[in-house]
């Protein structure tokens, strides 16, 4: 399922700077509940290794129209709780951790 993430998150080096809002694409197995974590791979461009996004969902909102054939199954509202880095050779995915 296709489900497209808004988050809010802060500058951790500058708490004071005004927050900024993301938003992305990710494919999941499920649309996710209030309260579960989204654990999200991605590669760093500039160097060899992965950053490990963990989002906690806020709020879920499916989508009544469908009109648009690649439009996503439902969007989340989340927020940064954790990210990480870690080193990896293997193709990275999106996956739902309960």
Request: positive net charge.
């Amino acid at each position: 399922m296709k489900i497209l993430v808004y988050c809010k998150y802060f500058n951790f080096k500058n708490p004071l700077d005004k927050p900024k809002i993301e938003t992305f694409v990710v494919n999941l197995p499920q649309i996710p509940k209030v309260g579960e974590t989204i654990v999200v791979e991605r590669i760093s461009p500039q160097k060899q290794f992965v950053i490990i996004f963990e989002y906690i969902v806020t709020a879920v909102q499916f989508n009544a129209s469908k009109e648009l054939a690649d439009s996503a199954d439902a969007q989340v509202s989340a927020f940064l709780n954790h990210c990480w880095e870690g080193t990896s050779n293997f193709k990275v995915t999106n996956f739902l951790e309960k």
